[in-house]
Every structure is written in C-alpha cells, then in structure tokens.
C-alpha cells in the first residue's frame, strides 16, 4: 500500500525473503532447502529486471513517487515506456511464477501447508499482479508490454493446466492451478481489464488458501500422505474438510454463484473483447481447470479407500483449529463474488466502482467497447454448459468407472508421461542453464579463484609469516639479551644526539 516504488520494494523483497524461510523451514530436509534456494535464485532473476525498471523510472521520471511519475507518463516517449514495462514484468514474472520463471512454485510445496495457503497463494504471488495493476498508466501507454503480458498470462494458464491433469501429489495440483490462475489474472491485465484482474486475485485468495488448508487437513488426517492415489473415500470420515473443500472445487471452476464464477466471467467476457482467439485458450484453462480440481476430489473423497489398514484406523476430523478456518474461508468463497455482481445479472459491481479512481486514467487512454448483455449472456451460456460437461467427464472415469492414476514406475503414453513429467522443463534448465554455470564455476575457482586470487593473496601472508620469523628472534626470552639491547639503543640514541 506503499505510495512508492521504493516502499513497494522493501515489501516485494519481505514477501520474497518469507517465502526462502518458510520453504526451508525443514531445514534437516536437503530436498528443502534446495527447494528454498530455488525459489530465491528464480526470484532474484525477476528482481533485478524489477530493479533495473526502477532505476529508469528514477532516470526519466525525477522521482519514485507514484503521483510524480505517472502524471509526467503521458510524456515519455514509447520506447522508454515499452522497455520500463517490460522489465517491471520480468519482476511479475518471477514474483507471480509465470513463464519462464514458474518452476520455483510447485518446489516451494515444501513448505508447511499453512504457507502454502498464506504466501503461495493469497500473498506473494499475486505481488506481481498488483503491481502490473498499480502501474496501469505505464502500461496502457504501451501496447507491446501490454500484448507481452496477454501473451505470457495465456501461455502459462494453459501450460500450467496441462500440467496439473497428471499430478497426483495433492498440493503440487494445487501449485499448478495457482500458477494457472495467476496466468489468467494477467490476461485480464493484459486486456486492459485491470479491475478483473484484482477482482479474480480476492476471490482466489479465498478459494486457494481454503483448498490448501483442505489439502493440509487432509494430510493431517492421512498420517502425512500426499499421494491422491493412496487416498478415497474421505469424505465419510472427515466430512468437515470434504464440504469445505468441495466449495473451494465449485468456487475455482466457476460454478455459480461461487465466488470464482462472478471473477473468472469477468475476465473471459473481457478476453473475447480484446481476441476471440485469446478468450478460446483463456477458456480451453478455465474448462481444464474443472476437470483437473474435480479429479482431485473424486480421488480424495470418493470411491473406496485406498489407504492401508493402519491408516484408516486412524482417519480422524482435524481439530477446530483447522476446521473453523475453513469454513470460514468456505463462506468467503461462496460470497466473496457478490461484491462483484455485473450490472446484466442486476448487480452494481462494487469492486470496479471502488478501483474506478485507480484505473480511470487507463481507461480514458484506452477505450472500452463494451459487449452486448446478450453476447455476454451467451458467452456465459456456453462456459458454464462446457463447465458441466468437463464435471461429468471427470465423475464419469473417477467415480462409475473407479479409475485410478497409474502407480509409480508404470508404463505411460509417451503424452501422459511427457505431462506428468512436467514438460521436462525442469530437466531443460539443469542440462541447458544449472550444470553448464556449476561447470563454468568450477573452472573459476581452479584456474582464476585458486591459482590466482588466492595465490596473491596468499603471498602477503607468506612474506608477513617470513618477516615475523625474523622478528620473533627479538623475543627469546633471555633478560640478558634484553638489556644489552637496551644499552645498544641508548648508545645508538647518544651516539645519534651528538652527530646532529
């Protein structure tokens, strides 16, 4: 809430360091602390375009203060504009795990559940979405920032939906939808439907930190489990957390009147009138979406369990420590969308009111051609019927049928084992980008580092450590010698004296 770019700083820097600490809070755990490095080196690549757009901002503009800079914005020229924006981006897109810089936040899992749900999916990656929305001016008065941002927030919607089709840890198919959601918030940004944008980031704090305190409740009751496939049947011995969390599935798929629905609408009512062809994958995410959460919950809490003996004797409701957080968040999640009720469904749509003097001056610069209450009835129509359809799919194989995923080690389709393995992006960046500057070091520090640096550095050590060994012949301990020392140097002093 910071009035400048120096006080955003320090809180997108906090934020950040949080995470690190929080992701290594196991710090016993090698595979965490790995985890934590990763995400602060991926962070810190975002950072420093954020740092580099800052310092121009200062250059061009006189000042970082936000009523200083974005009156003179108007101003500036295009290309200063455009190469400012982007690097302001490059922050986003580390902070908010988009692509290329996305693969930190499924690894930051790591930490204890409650962060995921605080940090890793109401707080700090949505940072960067609040920070593209803040700087709405500059953005506007650049089209080719403001195409780079549709074009990364659609890539990584779809991406990262793909992607969580085929995980079966519970709380990596939760990341995976965070980073597709976050993908979605920045095609609202990158249509210019800022005030949709924030409106999807409040709802899907509710939902996202409900579903990964679910996740967390879950765990508890399954002796720490995380596998989906080892799970089933839930919802009879912890019926709290499965109604809960089957409100958290409806709100994100954009059932209405969930709160998801009202944000999620809003967005892709946007998206068709900016591009037809950027509302078709904006919706082919959203229609994923369902299928990939209803998935979660129907290998969660239907069907049969597949725990073992032991762990079914001990299935229990966790306590109303964890319950009443989350029906608390449940209610949020099924009202939160009110506040953002369209005028074609008789609402006033409070939110785009109360952001309306932080977006005007965008939306003056670009105006909006508003769409038909009957196009957007019908473009309603066909998401929610598509929605439905992608729910009956996923009941169909996980409930009638009873499938389950394969097990660990299993034959796979080479399509279902590319998703499942992520895209092998992880792989890419350690053969193309970690092991060849592990390599590049490790020669740095035999040939420049070790026979160089330290060798002249070692060398005055060496001269002092042969200067001293003279010295030290001084000091052996003799009184004897001592005061014959002392008459020679009073006998130098005299000498000295009388030659002057």
């Known amino acids: 809430m910071g009035s400048n770019y120096l006080l955003m700083f320090v809180g997108w820097e906090g934020v950040g360091l949080c995470s690190y600490l929080l992701i290594g809070f196991w710090f016993k755990n090698q595979d965490y602390n790995d985890a934590a490095n990763k995400a602060f080196i991926m962070n810190r690549i975002g950072d420093l375009g954020l740092i580099i757009g800052v310092i121009l901002i200062f250059i061009n503009f006189g000042s970082l203060n936000y009523a200083d800079v974005f009156p003179k914005a108007t101003a500036a020229t295009s290309s200063v504009l455009t190469l400012i924006t982007i690097l302001l981006f490059i922050g986003a897109m580390g902070k908010s795990a988009q692509i290329p810089l996305y693969t930190w936040l499924p690894d930051a899992m790591a930490g204890p559940t409650p962060v995921s749900a605080l940090i890793h999916a109401a707080t700090m990656v949505t940072a ?33 939906a793909t992607i969580a ?9 939760l990341a995976y939808s965070t980073v597709s959601q976050l993908g979605l918030m920045f095609v609202a940004l990158g249509v210019g439907a800022y005030a949709s944008g924030i ?70 009512a946007n998206a068709f009138r900016q591009s037809p062809v950027a509302w078709t994958i904006a919706v082919i995410a959203s229609l994923l ?90 473009l309603m129509g066909i998401i929610i019927a598509f929605t439905l359809v992608m729910i009956g799919l996923a009941y169909n194989r996980y409930v009638r049928k009873a499938h389950v995923p394969a097990a660990e080690g299993s034959e796979l389709s080479p399509a279902h084992k590319t998703i499942y393995n992520k895209y092998y992006v992880d792989e890419v960046y350690d053969s193309v980008i970690v092991k060849p500057l592990y390599a590049i070091s490790r020669v740095f520090d035999s040939i420049i580092e070790k026979s160089g640096i ?47």
Do not use: C
Request: glycine share 8%.
């Open 454 to 500: 330290d060798k002249i550095v070692n060398s005055f050590g060496v001269a002092l450590n042969g200067g001293s060994r003279v010295l030290r012949l001084l000091q052996n301990g003799h009184l004897g010698y001592y005061i014959f020392v002392m008459v020679l140097g009073v006998i130098l002093i005299v000498a000295f004296s009388y030659t002057r």
């Open 165 to 173: 089709l085929a995980q079966n840890d519970i709380k990596k198919v």
């Open 128 to 160: 960067g979405v609040y920070m593209v929305a803040r700087n709405n001016i500059l953005y506007s008065l650049s089209p080719i920032a403001m195409e780079l941002v549709l074009i990364i927030g659609l890539a990584t919607a779809l991406f990262a």
């Open 289 to 378: 979406t369902a299928f990939y959460m209803f998935r979660l919950l129907f290998l969660t809490f239907f069907g049969k369990s597949r725990a073992s003996e032991e762990t079914i004797h001990h299935i229990h409701e966790s306590p109303q420590s964890m319950t009443v957080p989350l029906i608390a968040l449940a209610i949020l999640s099924v009202a939160g969308g009110f506040m953002g009720v369209p005028e074609m469904l008789s609402g006033s749509n409070w939110i785009d009111g109360f952001l309306s003097p932080v977006f005007s001056q965008s939306h003056e610069l670009n105006v909006e051609h508003h769409l038909s209450h009957a196009t957007e009835f019908a």
């Open 199 to 268: 409106f999807h980031m409040a709802t899907h704090a509710f939902f996202k930190a409900l579903l990964f305190l679910g996740a967390g409740s879950v765990i508890h009751a399954m002796h720490h489990e995380q596998d989906i496939r080892k799970m089933g049947g839930l919802r009879k011995y912890i019926p709290v957390t499965y109604i809960t969390f089957f409100i958290g599935v409806l709100a994100i798929s954009g059932i209405p009147p969930f709160a998801g629905f009202f944000s999620k609408d809003e967005i892709l």
